[in-house]
């Protein structure tokens, strides 16, 4: 700090301006920021693209009161924490290559990308519940008490995820020791082992509710064709071809998920400070993909939800079930039933 002209280099009595060094005004008028990059550019593009999309979704569910079943309930927590993850990864290309990096945005943008990937990654895991229980409990599913217990699970979802992501603001960081520092500072290799490998169970018991969805969706299939006395070598094409439909769109689902969120999950358990960070980019990008492709394989590719989108954009909303009970009331699309799978 600067306390008298003395120091400047200016003598009061010669009545000439202060004279400052060439380098000191080139360091005191141009902020260091970093060169701009294509990961980083990759990041931007990627969080307004989906931070559109996502909110896209959430004002459709939020303005349509139909929509409040316990899937929607899911699906609008998914989109909000994927669109947290847009103006995350928005807040991240700012601070790190249009202003100066400062502590504090450091750790702002990575509490937020923290608590929004967990949030995402634990509402797909609630979406998979959600699935598994419409169709084991059908009768019951869609209830006031279905819908309770979905925003209970919410509650928890949300409050442990701010939890987690308040840890690196609330010291748990390597700012002030570099040699801690992990694959993605300002987090410390603890702090993102012991996250990475939550992600890592979080990830084993969503795989193993999708395992549950598919043996819930075979006996089902199995009982109907026993009671029309079929044999599934003597289904009809159409049947057949409805089931193998569900089941690759399964795949496409877990495919996608898997592929999102092991290589960051994995990267974050087996690099460290001394990694380059091309490898932390290159994996950071597959898990901001999912909350890209998050709203297209869950949200959009729910027929409720492309219904009240295309009649916005026509200009005249379709007709849609009030409840979730009307919704069990409504005749059921045989080759569904068959599947279980098409929502999936």
Request: glycine share 8%; hydrophobic share 45%; proline share 7%.
């Amino acid at each position: 700090m600067i306390l008298n002209a003395s120091e400047l280099g200016w003598d009061e009595s010669s009545g000439m301006d202060p004279v400052f060094p060439l380098e000191q005004l080139e360091s005191s008028s141009s902020p260091k920021v970093p060169p701009l990059t294509v990961w980083g550019v990759a990041l931007c593009v990627s969080g307004t693209v989906i931070t559109a999309e996502n909110t896209i979704v959430i004002t459709t569910i939020l303005a349509t009161p139909s929509l409040r079943a316990p899937v929607f309930l899911l699906l609008a927590s998914l989109g909000l924490a994927d669109l947290l993850a847009g103006v995350a990864l928005i807040l991240h290309f700012l601070f790190q290559f249009c202003v100066e990096p400062r502590d504090w945005s450091q750790l702002l943008t990575s509490g937020l990308l923290v608590t929004s990937l967990t949030a995402s990654l634990c509402s797909l895991m609630g979406v998979a519940l959600d699935r598994y229980l419409s169709l084991s409990h059908a009768l019951t599913y869609g209830s006031g008490q279905s819908r309770r217990r979905a925003a209970t699970l919410l509650l928890l979802v949300w409050l442990g995820a701010c939890a987690i992501g308040a840890g690196p603001a609330m010291g748990w960081h390597c700012l002030e020791d570099l040699d801690s520092c992990s694959v993605a500072p300002p987090l410390t290799r603890t702090y993102l082992s012991l996250l990475c490998g939550g992600f890592l169970v979080v990830v084993a018991v969503t795989l193993q509710l999708y395992a549950g969805i598919c043996r819930v969706a075979r006996r089902h299939a199995h009982a109907i064709a026993t009671q029309r006395h079929f044999l599934p070598t003597n289904q009809p094409y159409a049947n057949r071809h409805s089931t193998g439909r569900g089941f690759s769109r399964l795949i496409l689902v877990l495919s996608v998920f898997v592929g999102c969120w092991m290589p960051f999950s994995l990267w974050g358990l087996l690099g460290d400070a001394s990694s380059p960070p091309l490898y932390t980019y290159a994996t950071l990008v597959p898990a901001a993909g999912s909350s890209l492709l998050n709203p297209i394989l869950y949200s959009l590719r729910n027929k409720d939800i492309r219904k009240v989108l295309l009649g916005t954009c026509l200009g005249c909303p379709l007709p849609l079930p009030t409840s979730g009970r009307d919704r069990l009331q409504q005749p059921r699309d045989p080759e569904r039933d068959k599947t279980g799978l098409e929502d999936v």
